[in-house]
């Protein structure tokens, strides 16, 4: 049983197009996470909800707009891609909101944009 | 800003043998959370360990340990007894409710850990 899941796990794609990463939990939390891990590994958070309501939005470009339809449920849509938002996209969920909450992630997004 | 650093950008430890691995990090909260995440090659995010600043007792899970050192700003992890499924990626993150952090985690830039038969 899956906790987390990410569909696609990889998704190549040209410069210029639009793109969603589908993100699913099946723990019964309420919040969820999106983060970005870069070419050098280093991991950083962009967005994260809270039962449907956005409570971090990282400085990240407008051309990234996440949407929770459900709590269990958490996509990251990306319009106009750039070589740059080639990285690994992680989703992740936590029982309640709070850094003392253990997060578990899911198993990434790998995009490269060309 | 709360930052973390990680010095060892690479470790290698014999099997079986002990490492240790360092992390430090900048606050002026006095209420956080510190965790060890392990990454390896299938590139999940797992959970190693976690240490509540307001706990003077060090965390252990298994062979996993924290030193960790509240006024030097210190939160290192030991690993004892190294196996050949301990090579990852570790990552150091910090975290607190309050403040510039605002429930979110900050991680370092990661020690990649060889593991040597």
């Known amino acids: 049983d899956t906790a987390v899941s990410q569909t696609p796990k990889y998704l190549v794609t040209q410069m210029g197009n639009d793109k969603s990463i589908k993100c699913e939990q099946n723990l019964g939390h309420d919040t969820m996470y999106w983060y970005k891990q870069d070419s050098k590994k280093f991991l950083k958070i962009m967005f994260s909800y809270n039962n449907k309501e956005l409570i971090i939005n990282e400085t990240v470009p407008n051309r990234f707009s996440p949407k929770s339809p459900d709590k269990a449920h958490l996509n990251l849509h990306i319009n106009s891609l750039e070589l740059g938002d080639s990285a690994v996209y992680f989703c992740a969920s936590s029982q309640h909101t709070g850094v003392q909450e253990t997060q578990y992630f899911g198993p990434g997004t790998r995009l490269l944009v060309l | 800003a709360q930052t973390v650093t990680q010095s060892q950008p690479e470790m290698s430890v014999q099997e079986a043998e002990t490492v240790t691995l360092s992390c430090t990090y900048d606050?002026?909260?006095?209420?956080?959370?510190l965790f060890w995440y392990k990454q390896p090659p299938s590139r999940q995010m797992i959970l190693v360990i976690r240490?509540?600043?307001?706990?003077?007792q060090n965390a252990t899970e298994n062979r996993f340990s924290v030193n960790f050192q509240k006024a030097a700003k210190s939160f290192s992890l030991k690993i004892s007894d190294s196996q050949l499924g301990d090579a990852a990626m570790y990552f150091c993150?910090?975290?607190?409710?309050?403040?510039?952090?605002?429930?979110?985690?900050?991680f370092g830039k990661g020690t990649l850990l060889t593991v040597n038969p």
């Open positions: 240490q509540e600043a307001y706990k003077q």
């Open positions: 993150a910090y975290g607190s409710n309050s403040g510039g952090s605002n429930y979110k985690l900050t």
């Open positions: 606050t002026s909260e006095s209420d956080y959370y």
